[in-house]
Nanobody, 129 residues
């Protein structure tokens, strides 16, 4: 049974950092592209980052580029999202996702949530003073 479990969310002030984790079971991250999405209240789910685990290639949305870093620990079958200099606009539920047929990250702009087969339960990130 495939299961993705996110953790690491919380309430922080603007400018602070958080590191999200996405641990997979029943699914080998090393052979697939893993995406991080987020969904703010009243908004559509959007892609923020992606990593092709086999070679470490990454991509980011313009809104998080330079502040967020995605990386993987294949030995732990876990993907992380390091979020620095958080802003109130980053407030959302963050999800990791993967698809069994996707081994390479597509461009961020082409990542559609409906195309991803496996999802975690999400972790809430709230940035507020």
């Amino acid at each position: 049974q495939v299961q993705f479990v996110e953790s690491g969310g919380g309430l922080v002030q603007p400018g602070y950092s958080l590191r999200l984790s996405c641990r997979a079971s029943g699914f080998t991250l090393n052979y697939h592209a893993i995406g991080w999405f987020r969904q703010a209240p009243g908004k559509e789910r959007e892609a923020v980052s992606c990593i092709t685990s086999v070679d470490g290639a990454t991509d980011y949305s313009d809104s998080v580029k330079g502040r967020f870093t995605i990386f993987s620990d294949n030995a732990k079958n876990t993907v992380y999202l390091q979020m620095n200099n958080l802003k109130p606009g980053d407030t959302a539920v963050y999800y990791c996702a993967a698809d069994s047929l996707r081994s390479v990250c597509p461009g961020i702009a082409t990542m559609r949530p409906l195309e991803y087969e496996y999802w975690g339960q999400g972790t809430q990130v709230t940035v507020s003073s």
